[in-house]
């Protein structure tokens, strides 16, 4: 399946290897500039979460409170009651973190697609590091508002493209329409 700007992780080293809890955070450009001590206090405060196959992590439209980041296994994001597949995500993939910042519903489902172990990061303990320890919490912040700078980019693009593409579509039936006449 193609990266898809939005939904993928465009920041991922593709690595399938088990790692422990340290290493998967300290990959992640969310957590990127933080230092091992800062590190060491996010692995602390993140939600051990575990799915089986084909269980709902969440639904579309339920309000969003947090990310999670896989550290083993595979979750499909799926848009709509077809469950139309955006993409498939794997270990050290992360998903959801925009509620982290924004209150709002979800704009697609998560499901297990087999056994999965997810660590949740969720809106509260950010707040929280964000009061008990300001630096660590705004690198944080920086980092997330980088990342959906990003994809937003991309996203643009893409739209960009499409509209283009749309564009020549309508033209070529023009054409055809006239042809007819």
Known sequence: MAEDPVWSNIFKKHRVVQENIFSV???LPIFQDLGYKEL???????HRRTYRADEIIFKEHEPGVGMYIIESGKVNITLGKENKL????SNGDFFGEMALILEGQRTASAIATEPTKLLGFFQPDLFNLLETSPKTGNKILTRLAQMIAERLRLGTIENRQLKTK???????LDTLKKAKK
Do not use: C, G, P, Y
């Open 25 to 27: 955070l300290k990959r």
């Open 166 to 172: 749309l564009n020549q579509v309508k033209s070529e």
């Open 86 to 89: 955006l993409v498939l995500l």
């Open 40 to 46: 060491k206090a996010v692995e602390r405060i993140l």
